[in-house]
């Protein structure tokens, strides 16, 4: 083995040990910032099964599996069930960051217009998925 193969050997050795004990380096934030990420990816899941469902409800409704009734409440319930979830979502997200010296404008003060643009590209969402089936 020449030289410059074991000066590089001994390099990639000491990087890849250094690499694999930063985790112990850390510390508990490490395991913090795991335990935070886990529990997040949970409420997106959760989230995300809110969604299937109520899209589920909506095709069972549209087929005529279920009654107006059940739909209704099925759908206001798992509807506001995702919306917990997601206002849950958005709090681990604002703990986890720092705060920005410029603030992002509190929901109220939302213009009709920022509202209308949201209403309309939800209309041409649910245009576009009826055109693909």
Same mark, same amino acid.
């Given at each position: 083995?020449?030289?410059?193969a074991?000066?590089l050997?001994i390099?990639? =050795?000491?990087?890849? &040990? #250094?690499? #694999? +004990? =930063?985790?112990?380096?850390?510390g508990?934030?490490?395991?913090? @910032?795991?335990?935070q990420?886990?529990?997040?990816l *949970?409420?997106v +899941?959760?989230?995300?099964? +809110?969604?299937? &469902?109520?899209?589920?409800?909506?095709?069972?409704?549209?087929?005529? *599996? $279920?009654?107006?009734?059940?739909?209704?409440?099925?759908?206001?319930?798992?509807?506001?069930?995702?919306?917990m979830? $997601?206002?849950?979502?958005?709090?681990?997200?604002? %703990?986890? *960051? *720092?705060?920005?010296?410029?603030?992002?404008?509190a929901? %109220?003060? +939302?213009?009709?217009?920022?509202?209308?643009?949201?209403?309309?590209?939800?209309?041409?969402?649910?245009?576009a998925? %009826? @055109?693909?089936?």
């Amino acid at each position: 083995m020449s030289g410059e193969a074991l000066v590089l050997s001994i390099l990639i =050795l000491a990087l890849g &040990t #250094l690499y #694999l +004990a =930063l985790p112990f380096i850390r510390g508990g934030k490490v395991k913090e @910032n795991s335990e935070q990420a886990r529990e997040r990816l *949970k409420l997106v +899941a959760a989230y995300e099964r +809110a969604l299937m &469902t109520v899209r589920d409800l909506d095709e069972d409704y549209q087929v005529g *599996k $279920l009654s107006q009734e059940t739909y209704a409440a099925e759908r206001a319930r798992w509807t506001e069930h995702g919306a917990m979830l $997601l206002e849950m979502i958005e709090q681990k997200n604002g %703990e986890g *960051k *720092k705060s920005s010296k410029r603030s992002k404008p509190a929901p %109220e003060t +939302a213009s009709a217009a920022d509202d209308d643009a949201v209403e309309q590209a939800i209309a041409a969402y649910v245009r576009a998925r %009826e @055109n693909v089936r």
